[in-house]
Nanobody
Framework: QVQLVESGGGLVQPGGSLRLSCAASGLIFSIYDMAWYRQAPGKQRELVATISSGGSTNSADSVKGRFTISRDNAKKTVYLQMNSLKPEDTAIYYC?????????WGQGTQVTVSS
C-alpha cells in the first residue's frame, strides 16, 4: 500500500523560505516520476514542480526560479525548497506520482505566507 507523508510546512513571512519533505513507502520509489502539487482555499489542486526518475526537473511558471524540487531515492523522499515565498503561495502542499497520481494522497502540509 502506497503511503505518502508530507512535512515541513508552516507560517512564514513574505520573502521567507521553507523546505518541504515527502517520505514515500510501499512502492519502488526510484522508478517513478514524482511531483509536488498544491491546493489553495477555494481553488483546484495544481501542479507545482516535477522530477523524473532520472532527476530532470520542471516547474510551473508561477514558481520558476523560486522553488526547487529534488529527490533522494535511497531515502525514498522528495523535497521542495521554496524561496522568496509570496502570499499567493499559501496552500496545502502534496506530493504524488506524475503524471498520473496514485489514488491515495497524503494529508499534505500547510504553507501559510503572511506578515
Amino acid at each position: 500500500q502506497v503511503q505518502l507523508v508530507e512535512s515541513g510546512g508552516g507560517l512564514v513571512q513574505p520573502g521567507g523560505s521553507l523546505r518541504l519533505s515527502c517520505a514515500a513507502s510501499g512502492l519502488i520509489f526510484s522508478i517513478y516520476d514524482m511531483a509536488w502539487y498544491r491546493q489553495a482555499p477555494g481553488k483546484q489542486r495544481e501542479l507545482v514542480a516535477t522530477i523524473s526518475s532520472g532527476g530532470s526537473t520542471n516547474s510551473a511558471d508561477s514558481v520558476k526560479g523560486r522553488f526547487t524540487i529534488s529527490r533522494d531515492n535511497a531515502k525514498k523522499t522528495v523535497y521542495l525548497q521554496m524561496n522568496s515565498l509570496k502570499p499567493e503561495d499559501t496552500a496545502i502542499y502534496y506530493c504524488n506520482k506524475y503524471p498520473q497520481p496514485f489514488r491515495s494522497w497524503g494529508q499534505g502540509t500547510q504553507v501559510t505566507v503572511s506578515s
